[in-house]
Every structure is written in structure tokens, then in C-alpha cells.
């Protein structure tokens, strides 16, 4: 429910999902099936050699480069998101991290120095053993959170926010209408790295667990903005000369939102891999 019912995720995310799994069947039972986590096991460690893989030869170390962290990074990843659907306090920041540990194995592929990141919100703090201890913002993340910090309609939940590892906030409405071409009511979403959920999302039976369906979206974003749109983004505000003072610690989070948005619009909502893998990793929810 990347928006109660909805989700951006960029095509190229989509494609390599299509391209390696069989897909997310329907998840109708009360429990994550073992069968079921195996599967996103194997499909998130072929996502994670996939995209090493191809980082191994944009560094110039060939197609072999990038399998033992691909795979092992992978496998971090579906770990991260099957701890971030269950539903603990805070089940969503452990698994943020423990996912990100994956992430940072594959975007180090080929490279002479291993950095570590951990997200909280929109920020990440970096850890090089080259460079140090190193921090980037995404800029388009954190305007989000301040314009629903601002907001009318939205309040900060300190204490979700906590278990999430990102901006949590509830709305005072029953439902909301998500944006975009394929609007619909929804009682939360998952939008620009942070969570909104509705009255509804409450109160309505079963639907406590948005919570930690988001969870799940909210990695999903960090796995595509990190290893494929902020590095394309950075590459090409260098090949624009930009200011290394600008970029050095700020993403702007464009390019990342401008495909999910691509991606939200060429996939209808049931066939989307990542509503799928959410909804199969939350079997918990009544929506």
C-alpha cells in the first residue's frame, strides 16, 4: 500500500524484478508463509547481484565483480524488509538499517574503499574506511517532511516516527486521496522516504499493520534511490559542473522521484513487484 492503495517505484526497479522472480502470489493467509520468505530471499539476493554486477563494470572489474556482495547484500535486504513488516516497536528502524547494511555492500562493489550508510529519515550518516564519517541529506525527502510537519492536516508521531527510522505522521482525516494519475482513497502511503497514515489506518480493523506495510516501501525507496537514481543524479550534476560544495552532501532526490513517478503510472496498482512484496511480507492486513 504505498499509499493505502498505491505506490511510485521507478521502471528500471520493476524491470529487474520482472526480468528474475515469478512473482508475489496473493497473500491471503495470517502468517509469512517459510516458502513465501525464501522466495523474497532469492529474489531480493538476484536483485542485489544484478545491481553489483552492474556496478562491478561501470568500476571496470567485469561481470564476476560483483556476485559474493550482490547476493550476500541481497539476501541483508529481503532480511531488513521481512524484520520491517512485523509488527514491533521498532521493527521498521532495525530493519532499515539492517537492510541498508546490504545496500552499502552492493553500492561498494569494485570500489578501493567500503563505505557503511545508516539511514534516519533523510539523512544518512556514512562511514568510509578511505574518507571517514560522512553525512548526505536528500534534499526532496526532508521538503516533504517539513511541508507535512507544516501541514494542516498532518502531526508528527514522535514515537512511530522512532520505530520507523523515518518522519511518521497521522492525518486527521479518515482517508486521504493520494496523488498522481491513479488517485485513490487510501488510509496511509509511503511517499518521498516518509509515512502518512489516516484516521482509518487506526482504527479500522486490521488496518494498524499500514503501518508496517509502509515500512516495507520505505526500504524498497532506499534500495532504488541508493544504488541506481542518486548515483545517476550526482553523475550527471557532475557532468554539469555543478558545485562539488552542493552536491557533496546533498542528494536532491529528483531523478529518484521523477521515475517512481514513471513507474507508478506504466504499471497497473496489482501488478506492481513492490505492492506485491509488501503485501506479501504484511498477510496481517484486513484492506
Request: proline content about 3%.
Amino acid at each position: 500500500m504505498k499509499s493505502g492503495c498505491r505506490t511510485k517505484r521507478a521502471n528500471l526497479y520493476a524491470c529487474i524484478l520482472a526480468a528474475i522472480s515469478i512473482g508475489y502470489p496473493e497473500a491471503a493467509q495470517c502468517q509469512v508463509s517459510a516458502a513465501m520468505r525464501a522466495q523474497d530471499f532469492g529474489i531480493n539476493a538476484a536483485i542485489g547481484l544484478v545491481t553489483a554486477t552492474a556496478w562491478s563494470i561501470v568500476r571496470g572489474h567485469g561481470l564476476t565483480g560483483g556476485f559474493k556482495s550482490g547476493v550476500i547484500g541481497g539476501v541483508a535486504m529481503a532480511a531488513g524488509r521481512q524484520v520491517a513488516a512485523t509488527a514491533f516497536n521498532g521493527s521498521g528502524l532495525l530493519g532499515r538499517e539492517v537492510s541498508a547494511a546490504g545496500i552499502s555492500l552492493i553500492t561498494s562493489t569494485g570500489s578501493d574503499h567500503f563505505a557503511m550508510s545508516f539511514p534516519v529519515g533523510p539523512v544518512r550518516i556514512q562511514f568510509s574506511n578511505g574518507e571517514g564519517i560522512d553525512w548526505r541529506v536528500n534534499a526532496f525527502d526532508a521538503a516533504d517532511a517539513i511541508v507535512n510537519i507544516v501541514g494542516n492536516h498532518t502531526r508528527l508521531d514522535l514515537g512511530l516516527s522512532a520505530s520507523s527510522g523515518t518522519f511518521v505522521f497521522r492525518d486527521i482525516r479518515d482517508t486521504f486521496t493520494t496523488g498522481g494519475t491513479t488517485s485513490v482513497e487510501a488510509i496511509g502511503e509511503e511517499e518521498l522516504g516518509n509515512i502518512k497514515l489516516a484516521r482509518d489506518a487506526f482504527y479500522a480493523p486490521g488496518a494498524p499493520h499500514a503501518l508496517y506495510h509502509e515500512n516495507v516501501h520505505v526500504l524498497q525507496d532506499d534500495y532504488f534511490s541508493e544504488t541506481v537514481a542518486n548515483p545517476l543524479e550526482r553523475a550527471i550534476l557532475t557532468r554539469l559542473h555543478v558545485s562539488k560544495r552542493i552536491t557533496r552532501h546533498i542528494d536532491l532526490g529528483v531523478l529518484s522521484s521523477e521515475l517512481e513517478l514513471i513507474g507508478n503510472s506504466s504499471i497497473h496498482y496489482p501488478a506492481r513487484p513492490w505492492e506485491r512484496e509488501a503485501y506479501a511480507l504484511t498477510p496481517q492486513h484486513d484492506y
